[in-house]
């Protein structure tokens, strides 16, 4: 069983950073990929981004390449998401989710966090 607990949510402007961290908790925890989905209000929940559970390989959606960054520390149990050049269209609940392969897929995915809201304001 993995519990994870995401932090780093809040409200910022356009082009703010902000630095989302999920922590989970398990004593095989860093065994599994880790993923962010979104959710924005009206919409279906979205991939974000996935990072093995090495962390030798992530993977982004096409909308977040080159302002996010997924990373991970194995050593803290923590995985990160790192966003730079915040627009509103990333406003949406963040969720920090585990599974057995780096997917962009969310069926494919075990464990999930109770989310962290982000607001970008215009």
């Known amino acids: 069983q993995v519990q994870l607990v995401e932090s780093g949510g809040g409200l910022v402007q356009t082009g703010d950073s902000l630095r989302l961290s999920c922590a989970a908790s398990?004593?095989?925890?860093?065994?599994?990929?880790m993923g962010w989905f979104r959710q924005a209000p009206g919409k279906e929940r979205e991939f974000v981004a996935v990072?093995?559970?090495?962390?030798?390989?992530?993977y982004y959606t096409d909308s977040v390449k080159g302002r996010f960054t997924i990373s991970r520390d194995n050593a803290k149990n923590t995985v990160y998401l790192q966003m730079n050049s915040l627009k509103p269209a990333d406003t949406a609940v963040y969720y920090c989710?585990?599974?057995?392969?780096?997917?962009?897929?969310?069926?494919?995915?075990?464990?999930w966090g109770q989310g962290t809201q982000v607001t970008v304001s215009s």
């Open positions: 989710s585990a599974g057995e392969y780096s997917s962009g897929n969310e069926a494919e995915y075990d464990y």
């Open positions: 398990g004593r095989t925890s860093s065994r599994y990929a």
């Open positions: 990072i093995s559970s090495s962390g030798a390989r992530t």
